[in-house]
């Protein structure tokens, strides 16, 4: 693996913000390393075309990108803030209700956060 690749795997793998291309960009730059933004999108779409990350889009809004550990997603419809969230694995469940052998799911709650929540109160 690239040393950019190395650099850039392990800032999402890092990361608690679901970063994008940009976010990413921004970091190496701030850290004083040279990478141009090209190298960065074309380095997370490898690691993503690999299974070493995860592409996440909502709503056909910006990419974010995160770490390949299970988990599940909840998204504000009004800010577009994105938060992790545990659940129990619910592999077991999904297959038999649909009945086919399940590879992967991943599960988006929708929400409106508790900051938006607060601005609309």
């Known amino acids: 693996m690239s040393e950019n ?9 890092n990361a608690n913000n679901h970063p994008t291309a940009e976010d ?16 960065v999108y074309n380095n997370l779409n490898t690691l993503a075309d690999e299974g070493l990350i995860r592409r996440l889009s ?9 770490k390949i550990r299970r988990h599940d ?18 592999t077991d469940l999904l297959e038999h209700e649909a009945g086919v ?14 900051q938006c929540r607060a601005g609309r109160a």
Do not use: N, P
């Not at 052998?101 to 508790?114: A, E, G, H, P, W």
């Open 73 to 90: 997603h909840m998204v504000c419809s009004v800010c577009g803030k994105i938060s992790d969230l545990m659940l129990e694995d619910m």
């Open 101 to 114: 052998r399940l590879q992967s799911y991943d599960l988006k709650l929708i929400c409106v956060c508790d």
């Open 5 to 13: 690749r190395k650099i850039i795997l392990d800032i999402v793998s």
């Open 24 to 39: 990413i960009y921004q970091q190496i730059r701030a850290a004083g390393k040279k990478m141009s933004l090209a190298t």
């Open 58 to 66: 909502f709503d056909g809004k910006m990419v974010h990108f995160d």
